[in-house]
């Protein structure tokens, strides 16, 4: 079974950054394309960012999108989230995923994910 944990969330001020990590507990090359999802208090659990199997393609939500970079490194098994220009409506729970099985290269539809970390906290204040 898959296991994927998160670090690397924290408090930080607004226009800070933080960079969260994802560590996979099999290796992660060239099978399976990786997510990042997020929750925030009393809301759903939104797409952020997602990357290929061989992580030559990327897709950010509108809201992210020139913010945060997602890259993975697959000698680690280890996928990360760089976060800049951090806001407070950035503040949530970040989820990382894998997707053992989509058609897409990118997938941003929960569904789309097989397996799932138990998040990491991200608070930005004002």
């Known amino acids: 079974q898959v296991q994927l944990v998160e670090s690397g969330g924290g408090l930080v001020q607004a226009g800070g950054s933080l960079r969260l990590s994802c560590a996979a507990s099999?290796?992660?090359?060239?099978?399976?394309?990786m997510g990042w999802f997020r929750q925030a208090p009393g809301k759903e659990r939104t797409f952020v960012s997602a990357i290929s199997k061989s992580g030559g393609d990327t897709t950010y939500a509108d809201s992210v999108k020139d913010r945060f970079t997602i890259s993975r490194d697959f000698a680690k098994n280890v996928v990360y989230l760089q976060m800049n220009s951090l806001k407070p409506e950035d503040t949530a729970v970040y989820y990382c995923a894998m997707s053992q099985g989509s058609w897409y290269d990118t997938p941003i539809l929960e569904d789309d994910y097989d397996s799932w970390g138990q998040g990491t906290q991200v608070t930005v204040s004002s």
């Open positions: 099999v290796r992660t090359s060239s099978t399976y394309a």
